[in-house]
């Protein structure tokens, strides 16, 4: 399973943006979609995750301004990020995990984006 992340892009503090995630293959069902993020310098973070039931968590640093959204028919993952802060500054990459079709028969995934970067100036 392939994850393609778009959306990305330079925006002024208190601007919003919407990152986009799409997976492709032979999935059967996911279980988890999550937004990660890495600013320079810093370890890999988790922005938010949502599961197949709706449940979503947020990091604290986050809450009130991003919302996440999965749309499981489109096998899409969808980031919502207002009033953002020059803090918000990273590379954004998504996340996937769930059970695709194999030769075998079904088999778990899990897969990564390959980043999408967000600049927010000051």
């Known amino acids: 399973v392939q994850l393609q992340a778009s959306g990305g892009g330079l925006v002024q503090a208190g601007g919003s943006l919407r990152l986009s995630c799409a997976a492709s293959?032979?999935?059967?069902?996911?279980?988890?979609m999550r937004w990660y993020r890495q600013a320079p310098g810093n370890q890999r973070e988790l922005v938010a995750s949502?599961?197949?039931?709706?449940?979503?968590n947020y990091a604290d640093s986050v809450k009130g301004r991003f919302t996440i959204s999965g749309d499981h028919a489109k096998n899409a993952a969808y980031l919502q990020m207002n009033s953002l802060k020059s803090e918000d500054t990273a590379v954004y990459y998504c996340?996937?995990?769930?059970?695709?079709?194999?030769?075998?028969?079904?088999?778990?995934?899990?897969?990564w984006g390959q980043g999408t970067l967000v600049t927010v100036s000051s």
């Open positions: 293959g032979d999935i059967v069902s996911i279980n988890a």
């Open positions: 949502i599961t197949n039931g709706g449940s979503t």
């Open positions: 996340y996937m995990d769930g059970k695709q079709r194999g030769f075998w028969g079904q088999r778990s995934f899990d897969s």
